[in-house]
T-cell receptor, first 112, second 112 residues
Framework: SQQGEEDPQALSIQEGENATMNCSYK?????LQWYRQNSGRGLVHLIL?????REKHSGRLRVTLDTSKKSSSLLITASRAADTASYFC????????????FGDGTTLTVKP | DAGITQSPRHKVTETGTPVTLRCHQT?????MYWYRQDPGHGLRLIHY???????DKGEVSDGYSVSRSKTEDFLLTLESATSSQTSVYFC???????????FGPGTRLLVL
């Protein structure tokens, strides 16, 4: 079964608005990563947050991690049409760190 | 972009035939992964490698085998292709276990 589950499955917003998507997981992790996938392309790494970190920023991206709730959120501020993509979280755990587990993703549509 | 190529990029084959997909990297990363992605879903790990000749199974390894005889090449073989193996296959690499992964462009496989 998937370790990470994204919510919502789909999100549609207007350009300039903020987009928030969430990821929940079931077991303790070493880190959590967010990836973007444009239609028909491979995944692109966005940001990695470690289990001892609570928040991380990269440009217009803000990621939070709450290990007590086993959840993470990805906020994209001032969204652009080019942000239209699917977003996935992936978790890496303990002794099986080589086996990152991906969720089913959130499909974000940003309307011009 | 990380130097990862996959070949072939598209493949149509018939049920029961063996198929080999190749992943080639120029980054000298230790870890290499094979995932499959089905419509509307995230990535599921098939097999991964943590060094030359060192491989381990992922969550959907049945019907697949892998080999890694050189650092730069990771081969995925479908021993006897079935229609359920129709999917998009992604190769990824990472320098450290459970850390940032860099993805190839994918191979679209159709098994008739």
């Amino acid at each position: 079964s998937q370790q990470g589950e994204e919510d919502p499955q789909a999100l549609s917003i207007q350009e300039g608005e903020n987009a928030t998507m969430n990821c929940s997981y079931k077991t303790s992790i070493n880190n959590l990563q967010w990836y973007r996938q444009n239609s028909g392309r491979g995944l692109v790494h966005l940001i990695l947050i470690r289990s001892n970190e609570r928040e991380k920023h990269s440009g217009r991206l803000r990621v939070t991690l709450d290990t007590s709730k086993k959840s993470s959120s990805l906020l994209i501020t001032a969204s652009r049409a080019a942000d239209t993509a699917s977003y996935f979280c992936a978790t890496a755990r303990g002794t099986n760190a080589g086996k990152s587990t991906f969720g089913d993703g959130t499909t974000l549509t940003v309307k011009p | 972009d990380a130097g990862i190529t996959q070949s072939p990029r598209h493949k149509v084959t018939e049920t029961g035939t063996p198929v080999t997909l190749r992943c080639h990297q120029t980054e000298n990363h230790r870890y290499m992964y094979w995932y499959r992605q089905d419509p509307g879903h995230g990535l599921r790990l098939i097999h991964y490698s943590y060094g030359v000749k060192d491989t381990d199974k992922g969550e959907v390894s049945d019907g697949y085998s892998v080999s890694r005889s050189k650092t730069e090449d990771f081969l995925l073989t479908l021993e006897s292709a079935t229609s359920s193996q129709t999917s998009v296959y992604f190769c990824a690499i990472s320098e450290l276990a459970g850390e940032t992964q860099y993805f190839g462009p994918g191979t679209r496989l159709l098994v008739l």
